[in-house]
């Protein structure tokens, strides 16, 4: 592959996929077959990615614009060796409205031009030192309490949503759920973008939906640009960000290397380090933060193709796509009943997702120093804690991400140098519960031998 990551060989034939196989990130099929699963790709992101600027109240065109633009970067930096799509991330949403609520929109988009420079500081570390301070720094625990709390932190603002047209609202969490179980393959994937349709389209007979803005808007023209302000009062908002973009991206790669069946450990930082241009690029011009996307490893799960050359398709696709202005206004018709619906999932999702890497990495509950961390963080998080000292202000997310690292590696120390805690941090593989708990019990009853 050259430098660029634009040299693809043809896989077989060019026109089928072997079962057993796989087209890997520096092969593709034909230029239609190719076409076609990057357009893919663009269905698959659409619905996540333009619910963050509509929440938001960002110009959804815009944010399509840069998504598509950092994914093309994101490919060249990482010379083509990790397929992915740059979509707006959900993590930026709470630190977003809470920082517009004080400094409006240029500040918000400061906050995200500062988390895009951090994350791209970490992945020119993780490039020169690898990973491995990464997981000291951030176990388990704590990165499923702050993926935690990040998602459960937005619930009153899925509830104001919500309220606003609660029919509406009912009949789109209905629809997501139901077509998450009833279809397989990539419609069930696509749940949520199917529901915010069905839930559009109900709005529409309800006369919620207002097209006053999108009759008025050209057909072709320029994304509506803007430029960031930084103010040091965002700074604790955009800090926890960068933790869970760190844990997404890291966690993309590793998914990817074991569906390709390629060691892609040496690219881990140049993924974070593309990932934070992007953010910063988007921040720069009026964008969101983005991330690595799920909802595109669900499709060339189903489909087999990990090509890149798939992604530089979605990547110029979605470019085009946002130099319609009329396109973006009619995003940015979804109504707030809508939102209401998919928010109750997604940012339960997003709860549940913390959860989920608790559960992978068989995270015990019985360890009181994990107990701790995950239940102090939880609540500071869900109940949006909140510590002024001059200009800074610091919410929930940040005290709650904050608490989760101290209180982690605090008790940590503290019970190793006492030998107080017995039980070990994750779960004994292979025995049953019971037994799990008799040798704990056995552990506790034990006298320690006195020096």
Request: glycine share 12%; hydrophobic share 50%.
């Amino acid at each position: 592959m050259s430098m660029l990551g634009t040299k693809w060989k043809l896989h077989g034939n060019g026109k089928s996929v072997r079962p057993g196989e796989v087209v890997a990130p520096g092969e593709r099929l034909t230029w239609p077959l190719t076409i076609g699963v990057g357009m893919q790709h663009v269905v698959a992101m659409f619905g996540a990615t333009f619910l963050v600027p509509i929440i938001t109240g960002m110009p959804p065109a815009t944010t399509l614009f840069f998504s598509g633009i950092g994914t093309l970067l994101f490919l060249v930096i990482t010379q083509g060796r990790v397929p992915s799509y740059l979509g707006s991330s959900f993590a930026f949403i709470a630190p977003i409205m809470a920082s517009q609520q004080q400094f409006g929109v240029p500040g918000a988009l400061g906050g995200v031009v500062l988390a895009g420079v951090g994350l791209a500081i970490i992945g020119a570390v993780v490039q020169k030192f690898g990973a491995g301070w990464i997981n000291r720094l951030m176990p388990p625990i704590v990165t499923g309490a702050i993926v935690a709390l990040i998602g459960l932190n937005l619930a009153p603002a899925a509830k104001n949503n919500f309220d606003a047209a609660p029919v509406t609202a009912v009949i789109t969490l209905a629809t997501i759920i139901l077509v998450s179980v009833l279809f397989k393959g990539i419609l069930g994937r696509l749940s949520i973008l199917v529901g915010v349709v069905v839930g559009y389209l109900v709005a529409i007979v309800r006369g919620e939906v207002d097209y006053a803005k999108m009759d008025a808007a050209a057909w072709v023209g320029l994304p509506h640009f803007q430029t960031p302000e930084f103010h040091l009062g965002v700074v604790g908002l955009f800090v926890p960000v960068v933790l869970v973009l760190v844990a997404e991206n890291i966690g993309h790669v590793k998914s990817v290397s074991a569906m390709t069946g390629q060691n892609l450990d040496g690219v881990s930082g140049r993924a974070l380090m593309a990932d934070g241009a992007a953010t910063v690029l988007a921040g720069f011009g009026g964008g969101s933060g983005t991330t690595t996307y799920a909802e595109n490893i669900g499709v060339m799960a189903a489909t087999k193709v990990y090509s890149t050359a798939a992604y530089w398709v979605a990547g110029v696709f979605a470019i085009v796509l946002s130099f319609s202005p009329k396109f973006g206004e009619l995003i940015a018709t979804v109504p707030a009943g809508v939102l209401g619906g998919a928010a109750t999932m997604l940012y339960g999702m997003i709860g549940i997702l913390g959860v989920k890497i608790w559960v992978q990495n068989k995270v015990n509950f019985s360890n009181p120093v994990n107990l701790t961390t995950a239940a102090v963080a939880l609540i500071i998080g869900i109940a949006d804690y909140t510590w002024t000292i001059g200009e800074l202000t610091f919410t929930g997310i940040a005290l709650g991400s904050a608490a989760a690292l101290v209180i982690y590696h605090g008790m940590k120390a503290i019970a190793k140098a006492r030998g107080s805690v017995a039980e070990p941090e994750t779960e004994q593989a292979g025995l049953p519960p019971a037994v799990k708990a008799a040798i704990n019990a056995a552990a506790k009853r034990t006298p320690k031998k006195r020096p």
